[in-house]
């Protein structure tokens, strides 16, 4: 495979990366309120993060401009806890699969204060420092991209396994959802069949009482 050919599939691969592991982004936050978001992480996937309090002002920040952070599992064992900061980062490898959340809290302030804060969390290969293994390894730019290359499509691979082994969780929670919900509606027109039959009786006894049959 040529330089050329390499080159154009790690970016095709690398922006296909960043839409999916990493997450950066930049939200509001007013005082007193509360931000919390997910992502799904597989086990044993190596996950970073880092964020900081954009200064609206030249200088150091005003009191006001404070925050309470914390990274939790889908089990909600916590792998970060951060109060009263204005950044900070974390990193961790998953041990769980599912939804790891990361929520910000902004301390209550009077009057009312608007946090920007700058988020960054990475999950991945996306969050391997790929800079540090070229030093490290002292390769060249080949060696480089290939190594780039083969963890990516390694990382693609556990993902599309992970993905498929949620597909057949997913298929059998929905066969266990009709099985049940075929169940009910079986036992409810037993029972409707039952109380109109007791009605029937009913009114048969009735009648024969009163004569009138």
């Known amino acids: 495979m040529s330089t050329l050919n390499l080159g154009l599939v790690l970016i095709i691969l690398g922006f296909m990366l960043e839409t999916k592991m990493g997450e950066s982004m930049r939200f509001e936050l007013d005082s007193g309120q509360t931000k ?3 992502e799904d992480i597989r086990t044993n996937a190596m996950s970073v993060g880092k964020y900081a ?3 609206p002002h030249q200088g150091s920040l005003p009191p006001s401009h404070k925050l309470t ?7 909600g064992h916590s792998y970060h806890i951060g109060e009263d ?3 900070g980062n974390f990193a961790f490898t998953a041990t769980e699969n599912g939804a790891y959340t990361s929520c910000f809290w ?3 302030h009077q009057p009312p204060v608007k946090i920007t804060i700058d988020f960054v969390w990475r999950a991945g290969v996306a969050a391997k420092d790929w800079s540090q293994v070229a030093k490290k390894g002292q390769v060249d730019t080949m060696e480089f991209e290939l190594k780039q290359l083969y963890d990516t499509v390694t990382y693609i691979h556990e993902e599309m ?3 498929r082994e949620r597909e057949e969780e997913m298929q059998h929670l929905n066969n266990e959802t009709n099985s049940t919900m075929a169940a009910l509606s079986f036992f409810s027109i037993a ?3 039952s109380v109109a039959g007791l009605q029937v009786w009913h009114l048969k006894t009735f009648f024969q009482r009163k004569k009138l049959l």
């Open 85 to 87: 900061v204005d950044s």
């Open 106 to 108: 902004a301390i209550n």
């Open 191 to 193: 029972l409707c069949l």
């Open 36 to 38: 919390c978001i997910s």
């Open 161 to 163: 396994h992970y993905l």
């Open 69 to 75: 952070v914390k990274v939790s599992s889908p089990y």
């Open 53 to 55: 309090i954009v200064n």
